[in-house]
Nanobody, 130 residues
Framework: QIQLVESGGGLVQAGDSLRLSCAAS????????MGWFRQAPGKERDFVAA????????YYNDSVKGRFPISRDNAKNTVYLQMNSLKPEETAVYFC???????????????????????WGQGTQVTVSS
C-alpha cells in the first residue's frame, strides 16, 4: 500500500516562507518521479514542481521558478517543497504525487500533467494573507 502524507502547510503573510514535506511509504521512491501540485478553490489542479525518475531532472512552473526549490531525501523517502516569497494568489491545497512508471520521459509536459501520477496525498492547506 503506497501512502503519501503531506505536512507543513499553514497560514502565513505575503512574503513569508513555508516548507512542505511529503513522506512516502510502501515502497522505495528514489527511482520514481515525484511532484507537487496545487489546487485553489474552484480551479483545476496545477503543476508546481517535479523530479523525474531518479531525480535526474527537475521541472518547475514558471511562476515559482527561483522561489520554490524542490528537494528530496531518499534515505527518508521524503520530498520537500521550500516556498519562499509567498503570494496571496498562491493560496491553495498543495498535493504531492508519485508516478510509479520506471521509464523516464524526455518531455516536460509528461511531468506537468496530473494524469501521469498514480498516487496522491491528502493535501495540505496553504493560506497566504495580504
Amino acid at each position: 500500500q503506497i501512502q503519501l502524507v503531506e505536512s507543513g502547510g499553514g497560514l502565513v503573510q505575503a512574503g513569508d516562507s513555508l516548507r512542505l514535506s511529503c513522506a512516502a511509504s510502501g515502497r522505495t521512491f528514489s527511482n520514481y518521479a515525484m511532484g507537487w501540485f496545487r489546487q485553489a478553490p474552484g480551479k483545476e489542479r496545477d503543476f508546481v514542481a517535479a523530479f523525474t525518475q531518479s531525480g535526474t531532472s527537475v521541472y518547475y512552473n514558471d511562476s515559482v521558478k527561483g522561489r520554490f526549490p524542490i528537494s528530496r531525501d531518499n534515505a527518508k523517502n521524503t520530498v520537500y517543497l521550500q516556498m519562499n516569497s509567498l503570494k496571496p494568489e498562491e493560496t491553495a491545497v498543495y498535493f504531492c504525487a508519485v508516478d510509479v512508471n520506471p521509464l523516464k520521459y524526455y518531455s516536460r509536459s509528461y511531468y506537468t500533467s496530473v494524469r501521469n501520477y498514480d498516487y496522491w496525498g491528502q493535501g495540505t492547506q496553504v493560506t497566504v494573507s495580504s
